[in-house]
C-alpha cells in the first residue's frame, strides 16, 4: 500500500514537472526519508521557521538506525562503523546543545541527555570515526612496534640497494611492488649474494625478489595485527553490550534526528536556493503572488485569484495555459509537504487538500490499447473516490466530440463541486465555459494574445473567456497563408453542413441504441454465466486450500522432526530422529509409472525438473546422467526422453564426495585460505546428501576465521541464509546455516 501510495506521488512530481527539484531537494537531507513528515504540520512548521532564524553547520550524513536497532534487540554484535553513526548523531545534538540557543529550538535540545554509559563508548572514536589507540596501552605498544617493523623494512631494503656485492645484480635502484609485497629487481645468480623469494619475472626475464628480512618483518607484523584485531573485537562486544543496555536511549536520538533532518533540509535548500518556506492553510483557498515553477528558466511569474471552485483557462494556443494549471497544483502540492519554493510569501495563500490529483497527459498508446477519450474517462471515475481534493484537468475536451463534451463535462464538473473537489480546467470548449460562466463558484480566465505583434504574452486575464488564435498559431508555426485564409472561409460557410451532420449523427444514434440493447442482453447472458464459473471456481479453490493446509501441517511437522534430527549427538540418535520425521509424512498416493521407453547412451532426458543427456547406462536400470554441470546416478525408471537441449558452455567439476556427509564441520587452527577449501568441500557434500541445515565450528580467537568465513558464507550461491549457533551449540563461535 505504502509502495503504491509512493508511485502514485512520484507520478504527480513528474507530471506537474517538479522531479529536478525533488531530487535537488532530496540531497539536502542528511539520511534517505519520506517527503512527508508525520504528526502535527503546525507544530513542524514553528520548528522549521525557528530553525530558518539560525546559522547553523549541515549534520554528517548518517544512515539509516535500523538493522543497528535490530541486532541490539538481538545482543548482536556491532562493528566500528555502526557505533561511530550513533556517535554522530550524539555528537551532533551536542553541538546544538552547546550553542544554548533560545526559543523552541534551544528548549527541545536542553531535553537532549547523553546517557552516562555511552560517554564510555564515545571517547574512543576520534572526529573521523578512527579508533583512538591511545588509551589503549597494548594496543598503542602494537602499533608502534608495526611502525618499528616498517621503518627497519625500510632501512634494510635501502642498505641492500647500497650493498656493494648487489650492485651488479641490480636492475635499478627502485622498490617494487609486486602482490603487494616489496621487491628488488635483480639479474640471474643473484642468490650468491641475496636470500628471498622470487614473487614473479619481469618482460625482459629479470627476477622480482622480496628479501628474506623483509618477509619475516611482515610476517611479524601480520602477528600483531592478528593481535589488535583480537582487542578490537573485544572492544566492539564490549561496545555493543553497553549499546544494547541504552536502547530506548538510542531509539530516542534516532527518533529525534530524523525529525530534525526534515527540518533542516527544508531550511538549508531554501537559504541555498532563495527560496521561501509556506504551509498550506486549513482552508480550500489558493492565492499566488509573484510564483515561479522551478522547472521553467527565466519564467513569468505567475499571479492568480484561484478562491473558488473552478478555475477555467481559455485562450489561445501555446499560451501558457497548461503551465499556470502545473503552477497552481505545484505550488499547493509543495505546501502540502513544506517544500520550499518561490513565492511572495507574505501574499500568497495556499488551502489544504487531502489530495493533489491530475488528468494531463494523452492516456493513448500502443500498449493499453485504448483511445484518448476513454483513458481520460477512467481517470475521470478515480477522482469520484476522492473528497477535499485539488483536480487539475488539462485540454478537457481532448479526444471527442467538442458539443456533446461540453454537456457531458458540464455535469462532471457539477457532481466533484459537490463532493467538495476544487477544479483547474484549461480548454478551447467556448460552449462549455459558456455553459459554466453562470455559476458564481466559476473563475474565468484567459490567456492573452498580444494582435498587434501576433505573439502570446504568458499573462492572464481573470473573468473573461479567451479565444484559441487557432488560425494566427497556424501561420506563427509555418502553415501557409493562403491554407490559413481558405481555412477561415471555410470556418464562416459550415453551418448548413452542420445540420445535415447533426440529423444524421441523430439517425446513428438511433441505430446504435438498438445494437446496443442486443448486446446488453448478450452481456447480461454472459455475466449470468460469469457468476456460475465463479462459484464453481470458489468450491474448487476451498477445496484446494483445505488440502493445502492439511499438507502444511504434517509437512511442518515432518520438518521439525528432521530439524531435531540434524541437532542429534551421534549417527543412530540421527536414524532414529530421521525414520521418526518420516513417519509424520503424509501417504506418498502417486502411483509407479512405468516407462517402456529404451534409453541409450547419448539420449537427452528430463530428470525431475530438469533436462540433461545420458553418460552411460548399467543393466538398462541404472544410468549416469550430466544435468546442470553436474553428473547424477539414478534409476531409469525415474527418467523422461525429451527434446535435444540448447548446451550453454560450463565448466565441468568434478568432485569426489564421501558416502557419508556430516552435519557438522570443525575449521578450528585451519588458515583462512585452508578453511574456505574444506568449507566448500563441506558445503557441497551436504547438498548432495540433501541436507538443508548444517553447522560450520570456527572458534573466537582473533576473528580472521570468523571473518573469512562470514564472507565466504556471504558469497556462496546456494547458502540462503546463516547466523551465530545459540550459546549450547558455540554461539559466536559458530554458524547455523540453511542451505
Known sequence: MATDKTSKIELLINQLDLSEHIEQFKSFFSRQSSLYIEGDQELHFRYIKALDQIEFKAPPKVIDFHNIKGHLKKRGVLNFEQIFEIVKVVRYFRYFKNREIEGIIGAWMSKFEVHEKFHDVEKYFTNDGKFEENLDQTLFGLSARIKEHKNNMNSSIKRMMSSSKLAGYLVDTQIHYVNDQECLLVRGGFNHVLKGAVIGRSSSGFFYVSPDSILKAKEQIRYIEQEREAIFYTYVKEFSSVLSE?????????????????????????????????????????????????????????????????????????????????????????????????????????????????????????????????????????????????????????????????????????????????????THHKRLAALMADRDDVELMAAIYDEELRVPTYEFMQGIIGKSYAFETASRYGISNSIVKEAK????????????LIERGSQLERELKQKNKKVDDRLEELRLKELDLKEQKETLFKELDAKK??????????????????????????????????????????????????????????????????????????????????????KTKDLKPTKNIHHKPQTYIKVDVEKKA???CDLHGMRAVEAEEVLDKFISDALVSGWDEVIVYHGIGTGKLSYAVKNFLIAHPRVKSFDDAPQHLGGFGAKIITL
Open 549 to 634: 493446509n492439511e499438507l502444511k501441517s504434517s509437512y511442518a511437522l515432518a520438518i521439525n522432526e528432521a530439524k531435531t534430527a540434524a541437532k542429534a549427538g551421534d549417527t543412530k540418535a540421527i536414524h532414529r530422529a530421521m525414520s521418526k520425521a518420516n513417519l509424520k509424512l503424509p501417504p506418498d498416493k502417486k502411483e509407479t509409472i512405468l516407462h517402456n521407453h529404451e534409453f541409450k547412451v547419448g539420449d537427452f532426458i528430463k530428470y525431475r525438473t530438469n533436462k540433461g543427456s545420458i553418460i552411460s547406462i548399467k543393466d538398462k536400470k541404472e544410468a549416469l546422467i550430466e544435468v546442470g554441470g553436474m553428473r547424477l546416478r539414478v
Open 246 to 426: 541504552i536502547q530506548p536511549f538510542i531509539a530516542y536520538i534516532d527518533k529525534e534526528f530524523t525529525k530534525f533532518d526534515n527540518y533542516q533540509a527544508r531550511v538549508l535548500f531554501a537559504k541555498s536556493k532563495n527560496l521561501q518556506l509556506i504551509k498550506s492553510k486549513n482552508d480550500s483557498k489558493i492565492i499566488l503572488n509573484n510564483f515561479t515553477h522551478p522547472a521553467l528558466h527565466k519564467p513569468k511569474p505567475v499571479n492568480v485569484d484561484f478562491s473558488k471552485n473552478i478555475l477555467m483557462v481559455t485562450g489561445v494556443n501555446a499560451g501558457g495555459k497548461t503551465m499556470l494549471l502545473k503552477s497552481i497544483l505545484a505550488a499547493a502540492f509543495m505546501a502540502k509537504y513544506i517544500i520550499p519554493m518561490s513565492l511572495n510569501e507574505n501574499k500568497s495563500h495556499i488551502g489544504s487538500f487531502k489530495a493533489v490529483l491530475s488528468i494531463i497527459d494523452d492516456p493513448q498508446n500502443v500498449k493499453n490499447d485504448i483511445s484518448t477519450f476513454a483513458g481520460r474517462m477512467q481517470e475521470f471515475s478515480k477522482i469520484f473516490e476522492f473528497k477535499s481534493a485539488l483536480v487539475g484537468i488539462d485540454e478537457i475536451e481532448l479526444g471527442t466530440d467538442s458539443d456533446e463534451a461540453a454537456a457531458l463535462f458540464k455535469v462532471i464538473l457539477d457532481d466533484l463541486i459537490k463532493r467538495g473537489q476544487k477544479v483547474v480546467v484549461t
Open 489 to 500: 472561409n471555410v470556418y464562416g460557410d459550415n453551418s448548413e453542413k452542420l445540420s445535415l
Open 662 to 664: 556430516g552435519l557438522k
